[in-house]
């Protein structure tokens, strides 16, 4: 695997064109953030490349003559992206073809220092779709511009973070010298040499694909300034306090060649003061926040000389995030029906959220989509209780933990819809479109509107699951395959009652729940449209006749059948119950509604 990278870039400082120049690449695929760069030395013009405006150039040959002609094309490309990102100001990342494209805007801090853009790779293997490069921050320095004095070297660390992992981080400067840097994710070197004046030191951090990641500090060098030293809290480079407080006191040193007349500081947070004293300085309070507040203090003295020293302090966050399950809702999660669920919730933390992930009592985990609001689009679930655990964790690995007990109904889908079925769901469907929902063959899913005395077929949204409330009561004929799906949905509470509407004629009524329904017509309530009465079903024989008509379907041939009688009496052939996901014809003379007992609550 060999990865071939050109890179692109205005140069610093200057609108010529030089044969010879060193120049900052840098790459992003974020507007203003750099996530790469990288110096390169014995740029190239080639004649060429004169139709690019002056002030944009271009790459380093590759010195290859195999190369040569992948060159060409790629520059060719090459252009089309960069003026791309310059028209729209915008970052992009494509592979095509084993091409990698990235490119944007990056707007260095502190005015024109080097603007970079956008980069080209190859990638000769085509199994690897890792084109994600390292993303490297600083911590020391912690602000992009900075100065320090004494010694001519500086130590610096920061982290490297990828999808992949970092392989190796080194340093780098415009002198061309370079070093590794101690540990990868966390990285860290306490060598980095300096010159007078300005020094760009990039660092750059490979993952296990070969991706560049890379980032910047510029460091203004004085030898001339004082040396200031920070001896409390520490006198090493990051001090992370015990409890998280809200302030700190630092004293330390300051001398040099000439008299120090002032030590000031600043942090990263924002906030700044001078300090007591000079060539031993203290400052009593300095403000903290949750996370690093770089301290940097600065020393002058009486030639205007300036040197500076910094001090991560790092606040600790010790309170853990919240995290909520919002769907299911307590009251749905003992209905499902199905073999998979979508969960849904919300989580919230003092600092930031890490991710959010989730297991089962069943042996399923995963990572949920999003943070502050998360998912799992699909929890798979078995029969029965499903105990869920959703994990909150913060940057901090501080965790916090939801449950819910999903419960999974017992279905018997497969029995009931073989072959030619009259259909019924007991559920509200998570699904509207029937053909998605229930699987019927080919279009075989109609509803009869009693009304207008006429079939609604699929994909007539008439005869659709919508709305999906009113799902539970409604009938369809349907016709299976073996093996039918097992709809997803929330069953109607046993205790709930189900308002079902009937037109003069043969309505085409579902049992709404999941499990047996009695047939008892005294039981069973009628009730005349335009009036506010329920009357027994026994007691409204000029409104709906007192029994059904079901279907059962052939054994040995479930697309044929017969119609079976369903009434309250048991005598021959007869049966004085409506099985679960089937429907029955009920014949009304008058518009009416109707209300079978439910069978959860025997005060009915
Ligand atoms: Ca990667
Ligand atoms: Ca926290």
């Given at each position: 695997?060999?990865?071939?990278?050109?890179?692109?870039?205005?140069?610093?400082?200057?609108?010529?064109?030089?044969?010879?120049?060193?120049?900052?690449?840098?790459?992003?695929?974020?507007?203003?953030?750099?996530?790469?760069?990288?110096?390169?030395?014995?740029?190239?013009?080639?004649?060429?490349?004169?139709?690019?405006?002056?002030?944009?150039?271009?790459?380093?040959?590759?010195?290859?003559?195999?190369?040569?002609?992948?060159?060409?094309?790629?520059?060719?490309?090459?252009?089309?992206?960069?003026?791309?990102?310059?028209?729209?100001?915008?970052?992009?990342?494509?592979?095509?073809?084993?091409v990698i494209y990235t490119g944007g805007f990056v707007q260095v801090p502190g005015q024109a220092k080097s603007k970079m853009i956008a980069t080209l790779s190859t990638d000769t293997d085509?199994?690897?779709?890792?084109?994600?490069?390292?993303?490297?921050?600083?911590?020391?320095?912690?602000?992009?511009?900075?100065?320090?004095?004494?010694?001519?070297?500086?130590?610096?660390?920061?982290?490297?973070?990828?999808?992949?992992?970092?392989?190796?981080?080194?340093?780098?400067?415009?002198?061309?010298?370079?070093?590794?840097?101690?540990?990868?994710?966390?990285?860290?070197?306490?060598?980095?040499?300096?010159?007078?004046?300005?020094?760009?030191?990039?660092?750059?951090?490979v993952d296990s694909a070969g991706n560049v990641g890379a980032s910047s500090v510029l460091i203004t060098y004085n030898p001339n300034g004082p040396t200031v030293t920070i001896t409390v809290p520490t006198t090493g480079y990051t001090y992370t306090t015990p409890t998280p407080v809200s302030s700190l006191a630092v004293s330390g040193t300051a001398s040099g060649d000439r008299s120090v007349t002032q030590v000031t500081w600043s942090t990263v947070k924002g906030a700044s003061g001078t300090c007591t004293g000079t060539d031993t300085w203290s400052i009593a309070s300095v403000p903290l926040e949750i996370g690093n507040n770089t301290l940097l203090v600065t020393a002058t003295d009486s030639a205007g000389e300036f040197g500076s020293k910094t001090l991560n302090i790092i606040v600790p966050d010790q309170v853990a995030p919240s995290v909520t399950i919002v769907s299911p809702t307590l009251a749905k999660?003992?209905?499902?029906?199905?073999?998979?669920?979508?969960?849904?919730?919300?989580?919230?933390?003092?600092?930031?959220?890490?991710?959010i992930t989730w297991a089962t009592d069943k042996g399923y985990n995963g990572t949920c989509t999003g943070t502050s609001n998360w998912s799992i689009s699909q929890l798979p679930l078995e029969i029965g209780d499903n105990h869920l655990t959703v994990t909150a964790t913060d940057d901090w690995d501080n965790v916090n933990t939801a449950q819910l007990t999903i419960t999974r109904q017992q279905t018997t889908v497969a029995s009931a819809w073989l072959g030619l079925t009259i259909a019924a769901l007991p559920m509200v469907p998570d699904i509207a479109d029937a053909k998605e929902a229930v699987g019927f063959i080919a279009n075989s899913w109609a509803s009869y509107d009693t009304d207008l005395g006429i079939y609604h077929?699929?994909?007539?949204?008439?005869?659709?699951?919508?709305?999906?409330?009113?799902?539970?009561?409604?009938?369809?004929?349907?016709?299976?395959?073996?093996?039918?799906?097992?709809?997803?949905?929330?069953?109607?509470?046993?205790?709930?009652?189900?308002?079902?509407?009937?037109?003069?004629?043969?309505?085409?009524?579902?049992?709404?729940?999941?499990?047996?329904?009695?047939w008892e017509p005294d039981r069973i309530r009628v009730r005349v449209t335009g009036?506010?009465?329920?009357?027994?079903?026994?007691?409204?024989?000029?409104?709906?006749?007192?029994?059904?008509?079901?279907?059962?379907?052939?054994?040995?041939?479930?697309?044929?059948?017969?119609?079976?009688?369903?009434?309250?009496?048991?005598?021959?052939?007869?049966?004085?119950?409506?099985?679960?996901?089937?429907a029955v014809w009920i014949k009304a003379f008058e518009e009416c509604d109707l209300m079978f007992p439910p069978p959860g609550d025997p005060q009915f």
């Amino acid at each position: 695997m060999k990865r071939l990278k050109i890179l692109l870039l205005f140069p610093p400082k200057t609108s010529q064109i030089p044969s010879m120049y060193k120049y900052l690449v840098g790459i992003s695929d974020q507007p203003g953030i750099r996530t790469s760069c990288r110096w390169f030395s014995e740029m190239e013009t080639n004649t060429w490349m004169k139709c690019i405006p002056s002030w944009l150039l271009l790459l380093r040959g590759f010195g290859s003559t195999e190369l040569s002609l992948i060159r060409v094309q790629l520059i060719v490309i090459m252009l089309i992206v960069v003026f791309t990102c310059l028209a729209s100001a915008e970052t992009r990342s494509a592979k095509s073809s084993g091409v990698i494209y990235t490119g944007g805007f990056v707007q260095v801090p502190g005015q024109a220092k080097s603007k970079m853009i956008a980069t080209l790779s190859t990638d000769t293997d085509p199994v690897d779709d890792d084109i994600t490069p390292p993303v490297v921050t600083f911590d020391l320095p912690a602000v992009w511009e900075t100065t320090c004095s004494g010694q001519p070297t500086i130590h610096i660390s920061g982290t490297a973070t990828d999808d992949t992992g970092v392989v190796s981080v080194v340093w780098e400067n415009q002198e061309g010298d370079t070093g590794t840097c101690t540990g990868t994710d966390s990285w860290s070197s306490s060598q980095v040499i300096l010159v007078e004046g300005e020094n760009l030191v990039c660092v750059t951090a490979v993952d296990s694909a070969g991706n560049v990641g890379a980032s910047s500090v510029l460091i203004t060098y004085n030898p001339n300034g004082p040396t200031v030293t920070i001896t409390v809290p520490t006198t090493g480079y990051t001090y992370t306090t015990p409890t998280p407080v809200s302030s700190l006191a630092v004293s330390g040193t300051a001398s040099g060649d000439r008299s120090v007349t002032q030590v000031t500081w600043s942090t990263v947070k924002g906030a700044s003061g001078t300090c007591t004293g000079t060539d031993t300085w203290s400052i009593a309070s300095v403000p903290l926040e949750i996370g690093n507040n770089t301290l940097l203090v600065t020393a002058t003295d009486s030639a205007g000389e300036f040197g500076s020293k910094t001090l991560n302090i790092i606040v600790p966050d010790q309170v853990a995030p919240s995290v909520t399950i919002v769907s299911p809702t307590l009251a749905k999660a003992p209905l499902r029906i199905g073999a998979s669920v979508p969960v849904s919730g919300t989580a919230s933390d003092n600092t930031s959220l890490k991710q959010i992930t989730w297991a089962t009592d069943k042996g399923y985990n995963g990572t949920c989509t999003g943070t502050s609001n998360w998912s799992i689009s699909q929890l798979p679930l078995e029969i029965g209780d499903n105990h869920l655990t959703v994990t909150a964790t913060d940057d901090w690995d501080n965790v916090n933990t939801a449950q819910l007990t999903i419960t999974r109904q017992q279905t018997t889908v497969a029995s009931a819809w073989l072959g030619l079925t009259i259909a019924a769901l007991p559920m509200v469907p998570d699904i509207a479109d029937a053909k998605e929902a229930v699987g019927f063959i080919a279009n075989s899913w109609a509803s009869y509107d009693t009304d207008l005395g006429i079939y609604h077929t699929y994909p007539d949204v008439a005869c659709w699951l919508q709305p999906k409330e009113n799902t539970p009561g409604r009938g369809f004929w349907g016709a299976f395959a073996t093996g039918t799906p097992d709809p997803l949905g929330y069953a109607t509470p046993l205790d709930s009652q189900v308002t079902i509407h009937l037109y003069p004629g043969w309505n085409i009524v579902g049992n709404p729940y999941n499990t047996n329904l009695n047939w008892e017509p005294d039981r069973i309530r009628v009730r005349v449209t335009g009036t506010s009465v329920w009357a027994s079903m026994s007691s409204s024989s000029d409104s709906v006749r007192d029994y059904a008509i079901g279907w059962q379907q052939d054994a040995s041939n479930p697309l044929t059948g017969a119609y079976y009688p369903i009434a309250a009496d048991t005598s021959d052939g007869v049966l004085n119950y409506m099985a679960p996901w089937r429907a029955v014809w009920i014949k009304a003379f008058e518009e009416c509604d109707l209300m079978f007992p439910p069978p959860g609550d025997p005060q009915f």
